[in-house]
């Protein structure tokens, strides 16, 4: 199985992704991560040199890579992965696959968010916090019919990573 892990930057993918990983001795994979291993670039330095058309480009390459040739993985994506190029239908057409949405609430994605803007090339230009909760809140507006589509939805509001680990273990191990 490839669990999928889905939802808006700052919902903790990569941090649950991890955990999960490390308790049910799967593999972790981390889109963004292979992206950059794959491409010997930063995604802030592809979004700068590149654009954004050219990453989702790779992205969609590169997820389809993963999928056809792992199993046992926890698979994390950008938030954006599942909303481009067809990407969410690729991922639930394979048999082998489940997807987990993140659910994290507006007002905890800004408060997370804010504090590590610049090292997000999507929102590094906001100056202030209700512009990025303005920001967030067309995003989630936009991409809530994909995420909506996920096999699970859990709740991260107020839990920590061990909690929303063991959340998933019991919905689907």
Do not use: W
Not at 24 to 39: F, G, H, P, R, S
Not at 40 to 49: G, P, Q, R, V
Not at 131 to 160: C, G, M, P, W
């Amino acid at each position: 199985m490839i669990l999928v892990l889905i939802g808006y930057m700052g919902c903790g993918k990569s941090l649950i992704g991890n955990d999960l990983a490390a308790k049910v001795a799967y593999n972790y994979v981390d889109l963004d991560d292979y992206i950059e291993n794959q491409e010997h670039k930063s995604i802030k330095d592809i979004f700068e040199n590149k654009g954004e058309i050219y990453f989702r480009k790779k992205e969609t390459l590169y997820l389809n890579e993963v999928l056809d040739t792992l199993d046992n993985t926890i698979l994390s994506l950008g938030g954006g992965t599942p909303c481009f190029a067809g990407n969410l239908d690729v991922i639930k057409q394979h048999v082998k696959t489940k997807v987990v949405y993140l659910k994290t609430s507006l007002d905890e994605l800004t408060d997370r968010l804010f504090k590590e803007r610049n090292k997000r090339p999507l929102i590094a230009h906001i100056k202030t916090e209700e512009e990025l909760k303005d920001f967030i809140r067309k995003h989630l507006f936009e991409r809530s019919f994909y995420y909506n589509q996920a096999d699970f939805n859990v709740e991260t509001d107020k839990k920590s990573a061990d909690q929303i680990s063991e959340e998933i273990i019991s919905l689907l191990f």
